[in-house]
C-alpha cells in the first residue's frame, strides 16, 4: 500500500490525490445529466459524490485517482484516474470527467497526457487503454489527440442507461507513445 501521495503538475493543471472537502465542488457537476449522461453513475445525490470521493481516497491499491484542479485557485474542476489491470501487471486504464463550465479548454486531454506520461515513464507500464460510448465524441476525441489508436468497436456491447450502446477501445503503447516525442 501507498502512502506517499502522488501529484502531477502540467502546464495548467495540478493532479492530486482527492481530499474529503472536495466532494462539494464534484457534486456541482455530478448533479449535471450532461456530465453523467455517458457514465455510468449519476446524476448523483449527495451521498452518493461523498461516496464517490471516500472511494477515490481509499483506492490505492486498484491504481490512482487524481483530483483535476487549477493551481492559482487550487479549484477542483474534475477527476481523472488510471486503474490497474489485475490480470495485466504491464496495462492500465485511464478515465476522466471535466465540470461543463470548464469543457471546451483542453483540461482534458491535457490531464490524459499527464496520466500517460505517469503510466509510462513512472510506473513503466506496456500498454494504456480507455473506452467510451460511440456517441461520446468529446471522450473518443481526447484519446485521438493523446496518440491512442481505436482498436475495436463493439457493436451492442453495453446495455447502458435504458439502451444497447456500440462502445469504442483505444489504446495505446508506451513504444507509439515515446514514438510521438
Known amino acids: 500500500m501507498r502512502t506517499d501521495p502522488i501529484v502531477i503538475r502540467t502546464k495548467r493543471l495540478i493532479l ?5 472537502d472536495d466532494w462539494s465542488a464534484v457534486h456541482e457537476y455530478a448533479v449535471d445529466p450532461e456530465i453523467s449522461r455517458y457514465q455510468d ?3 448523483n445525490g449527495v451521498e ?3 461516496s464517490f470521493v471516500q472511494k477515490c481516497m481509499n483506492a490505492q491499491e486498484t491504481g490512482y485517482y ?5 493551481p492559482e485557485e487550487d479549484r477542483h474542476i474534475g477527476g481523472c ?9 504491464s496495462e492500465a486504464s ?15 486531454t491535457e490531464a490524459a497526457e499527464a496520466l500517460l506520461r505517469f503510466a509510462f515513464e513512472d510506473l513503466s507500464l506496456h500498454r494504456v487503454t480507455a473506452d467510451c460510448d460511440s456517441t461520446n465524441v468529446g471522450s473518443w476525441r481526447v484519446m485521438e489527440k493523446i496518440g491512442m489508436l481505436l482498436v475495436s468497436t463493439d457493436l451492442n456491447a453495453k446495455f447502458f442507461k435504458g439502451s444497447w450502446r456500440d462502445w469504442l477501445e483505444y ?9 510521438r516525442f
Not at 487524481?66 to 487549477?70: A, D, E, H, N, R
Not at 485511464?94 to 482534458?108: E, K, L, P
Not at 489504446?171 to 514514438?179: F, G
Open 94 to 108: 485511464i478515465g476522466y470527467t471535466i465540470s461543463r463550465a470548464y469543457w471546451c479548454n483542453g483540461y482534458a
Open 16 to 20: 492530486r490525490p482527492f481530499r474529503e
Open 41 to 43: 453513475w449519476g446524476p
Open 81 to 89: 484516474r488510471l486503474a490497474l489491470s489485475t490480470k495485466k501487471r
Open 48 to 50: 452518493d459524490t461523498k
Open 171 to 179: 489504446a495505446i503503447t508506451e513504444q507509439q507513445w515515446r514514438s
Open 66 to 70: 487524481f483530483s483535476i484542479t487549477l
